[in-house]
């Protein structure tokens, strides 16, 4: 496979797009569609049960194997980007030169979309149709990965796709360490499938060797931690390093450092964060629209209000001992297969926790976060 945006790319792209493309290839398909339609009705007929499998035919769209419709373009006459932030039926979109594009979307790609409140959402990978004055059309949205969302009305609501890690940012003092907090966090990136990092900050108030228990207990669990003081520059260019070509969603509580972290590794960063925040939707939905920053080593640190302290997300007590990655392990050796972990007998993990093989401050925030208690 050849790298994404290189020329091998594109015409390989372009090779495997066209064969699906051809007119007279769609003309066919849709003859052969209506025509299965056709032999499908009267089946249904003379079975008596409706609707058997029907292939959607919506012109400039092609059905996949999966069952998912691919929308065709010409990727040729196209630019690769990405969504930097939407705002309202615009968005705008940065190509690879770093050149930013404010884009309508195709109307194609909002009659297929029937499950989502925003067709394109911040940080999607998209194919653009440039047009004058640095203005364009999102032709093609690439297949997500990494989303974090919300439930809105019933409706998944993307706030941010394609995102690489999430940096759990806590503050070693002031305010006070909150493991269980970070604890909370992790569910979201293990439930997102996005990696984790967990960023302790203001070490400079207190004795690092005080931290090592913490730390080691997370990097068993095969989590990065990175202790610093973004004040006395500590930790900043390991956490620069971790940031450049991705795309970090920073969250954790106010006043931990999150700000003059962004500063420390880009300065002047903090500004435009400022700026972007303000942005909303309108003020109709409680939730705020996220904006990816880009940096000027190369990746994006993605700044929303909304999930600067976003609490645990639609997670059901059910799910939450799969999430904690040192719990896992020991559920298989419980009596009850709905064990809770809580109060049952015969339970793996509380024998776990009992025989030293797991850490009872995070067995406790298990059980608190599984209670519902907000931290
Ligand atoms: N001692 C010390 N203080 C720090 C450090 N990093 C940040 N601070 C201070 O902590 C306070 C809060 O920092 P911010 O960067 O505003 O925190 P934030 O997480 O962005 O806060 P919100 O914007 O409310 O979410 C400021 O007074 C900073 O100067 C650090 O490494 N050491
Ligand atoms: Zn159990």
Redesign the pocket.
């Known amino acids: 496979m050849a790298k994404r945006g290189s020329k091998k790319f594109r015409t390989e792209f372009r090779k495997n797009r066209s064969t699906r493309v051809r007119d007279s290839d769609l003309t066919r398909q849709f003859a052969k569609d209506e025509l299965n339609h056709d032999k499908l009705a009267s089946a249904e007929r003379l079975s008596g049960k409706g609707d058997l499998t029907r292939k959607r035919t919506i012109h400039g769209a092609t059905e996949g194997d999966d069952g998912e419709l691919q929308i065709d373009f010409d990727p040729a006459e196209c630019l690769q980007g990405r969504v930097l932030r939407v705002r309202g039926l615009n968005s705008e979109v940065e190509v690879e030169s770093g050149q930013i594009y404010q884009c309508a979307t195709r109307r194609l790609l909002k009659t297929l979309s029937t499950d989502q409140r925003h067709v394109v959402a911040a940080g999607d990978r998209v194919w653009i149709r440039p047009a004058d004055n640095h203005e364009g059309i999102i032709e093609s949205i690439e297949a997500r990965y990494g989303i974090l969302c919300r439930a809105s009305k019933g409706r998944q609501h993307v706030i941010v796709a394609n995102v690489d890690q999430l940096l759990i940012?806590a503050?070693a003092?002031?305010p006070y360490l909150k493991p269980n907090l970070i604890d909370r966090y992790l569910i979201t990136a293990e439930k997102a499938g996005i990696t984790p990092i967990i960023c302790i900050?203001?070490?400079?108030?207190i004795e690092p060797a005080d931290l090592q228990p913490l730390v080691g207990v997370y990097g068993q669990m095969g989590y990065q931690v990175i202790l610093?003081?973004?004040?006395?520059g500590?930790g900043v260019e390991r956490l620069r390093a971790v940031v450049r070509n991705r795309a970090s969603v920073l969250s954790?509580?106010?006043?931990?450092?999150?700000?003059?972290?962004?500063?420390?590794i880009e300065p002047g960063l903090?500004l435009r964060v400022g700026h972007v925040s303000e942005t909303t939707d309108k003020g109709r939905h409680t939730t705020t629209t996220a904006s990816l920053v880009p940096l000027a080593a190369g990746g994006h640190v993605v700044d929303t209000p909304g999930i600067?302290?976003f609490q645990l997300w639609d997670v059901i007590p059910e799910e939450v001992a799969g999430f904690f990655r040192d719990v896992r392990p020991f559920i298989t050796g419980c009596r009850f297969p709905d064990c809770s972990h809580t109060h049952e007998e015969g339970c793996g993990v509380k024998g776990a926790v009992a025989d030293g093989f797991l850490d009872v401050r995070r067995y406790e925030s298990y059980c608190q976060i599984h209670a519902g208690d907000l931290v």
């Open positions: 940012v503050s003092a002031e900050n203001k070490v400079d108030l610093l003081s973004a004040t006395q500590i954790g509580q106010s006043g931990v450092g999150k700000s003059t972290i962004l500063n420390a903090n600067r302290q």
